[in-house]
């Protein structure tokens, strides 16, 4: 099973992203939250953490067609997955549904925002209720995202994870943590582990 790729970008189009890795190209369906966090980078080295899957209903006569669907952080494949299981859904559904930031799609999940769900394209109102009813108690890790994928330079997502927790434990709710966790990242200062993050966090409950 393929899970990550990393080649130059060639190519991409509304639903799919071309790479080089000699001496193959591969051709990587992507969701539009994806393809807007890519697009500047034709010529460039990507990498993209990939699910790979069979897709084809030899039943109804049609053969079945290794795909690879690629997102630039683990996590937000692990969303994508994660909203691929809801009935009715799937693989292409959800690539078209994907218009939106994960973390925009998981508040709005979170909060049983039927609404906003709803104009996802192909998510219609029973389907943004099936979505609600199977994911909402599954999203504050995926809400908390920033819409960026963080590296060595920026804040490791476990330790934005366990920061969270830990606030949640010292009895904040769900939305007092997150909150309370935007100021300092959005601060771009690098806070290396939890320690650093937490007092950052109370430092400016201080001000």
């Given at each position: 099973?393929?899970?990550?790729?990393?080649?130059?970008?060639?190519?991409?189009?509304?639903e799919e992203a071309t790479l080089d890795i000699p001496p193959f190209e591969y051709a990587v369906l992507i969701p539009d939250f994806t393809r807007r966090r890519i697009q500047l980078?034709?010529?460039?080295?990507?990498?993209?953490?990939?699910?790979?899957?069979?897709?084809?209903?030899?039943?109804q006569g049609s053969r079945l067609m290794p795909r690879l669907v690629g997102f630039v952080s683990e996590i937000e494949r692990e969303f994508f997955?994660?909203?691929?299981?809801?009935?009715?859904?799937?693989?292409?559904?959800?690539?078209?549904?994907?218009?939106r930031p994960?973390?925009?799609v998981a508040l709005a999940i979170e909060q049983e925002d039927a609404k906003t769900l709803s104009t996802l394209p192909g998510i219609g109102a029973a389907t943004a209720d099936r979505v609600i009813a199977k994911l909402k108690r599954k999203m504050p890790k995926f809400a908390l995202l920033v819409a960026?994928?963080?590296?060595?330079?920026?804040?490791?997502?476990?330790?934005i994870e366990e920061t969270y927790q830990i606030l949640l434990t010292l009895g904040h709710s769900d939305a007092e943590a997150r909150r309370l966790l935007e100021e300092p990242l959005s601060s771009k200062k690098k806070f290396k582990?939890?320690?650093?993050?937490?007092?950052?966090?109370?430092e400016n409950t201080q001000k």
């Open positions: 099973m393929i899970t990550k790729i990393r080649g130059k970008l060639l190519s991409i189009t509304d980078s034709i010529g460039e080295e990507v990498v993209l953490h990939t699910i790979h899957y069979l897709e084809g209903n030899p039943a997955e994660l909203f691929c299981s809801v009935d009715g859904v799937g693989v292409r559904k959800a690539l078209r549904a994907m218009v994960v973390p925009d960026t994928d963080m590296g060595d330079d920026g804040v490791k997502r476990d330790v582990d939890v320690e650093s993050l937490l007092t950052a966090v109370y």
